[in-house]
Nanobody, 117 residues
Framework: QVQLVESGGGLVQPGGSLRLSCTASGISASFRLYAMNWYRQPVGQPREVVAEITGDGSPTYTDSVKGRFAISRDNAKGTVYLQMSSLKPEDTGVYYC?????????WGKGTLVTVSS
């Protein structure tokens, strides 16, 4: 059974930093083949992709987080990270981890990030 478990969310002041982690189980042997993504969903809004990293480590970001967020992965640990800096209130939302490989598509349950003073 495949599971993605996110951690690291919480309450942070504007301008602060957080590091999210997502650890995969059930796909450890093939984790390196999966594109790993972070999505977020603000309250009352649709889910949007924030960052993606390919199996070989190439990252892409949505425009609103470029220069502030960094996605990385450790294939040996089956883990993907999202380092978030210079956080803004509009970064608030539930952050979801996603693993994709052709038609295989797995999601975590999410971790809440709240940016507020």
């Amino acid at each position: 059974q495949v599971q993605l478990v996110e951690s690291g969310g919480g309450l942070v002041q504007p301008g602060g930093s957080l590091r999210l982690s997502c650890t995969a189980s059930g796909i450890s042997a093939s984790f390196r083949l999966y594109a790993m993504n972070w999505y977020r969903q603000p309250v009352g809004q649709p889910r949007e992709v924030v960052a993606e990293i390919t199996g070989d480590g190439s990252p892409t970001y949505t425009d609103s987080v470029k220069g502030r967020f960094a996605i990385s992965r450790d294939n040996a640990k089956g883990t993907v990270y999202l380092q978030m800096s210079s956080l803004k209130p509009e970064d608030t939302g539930v952050y979801y981890c996603n693993a994709k490989y052709f038609t295989l598509d797995y999601w975590g349950k999410g971790t809440l990030v709240t940016v507020s003073s």
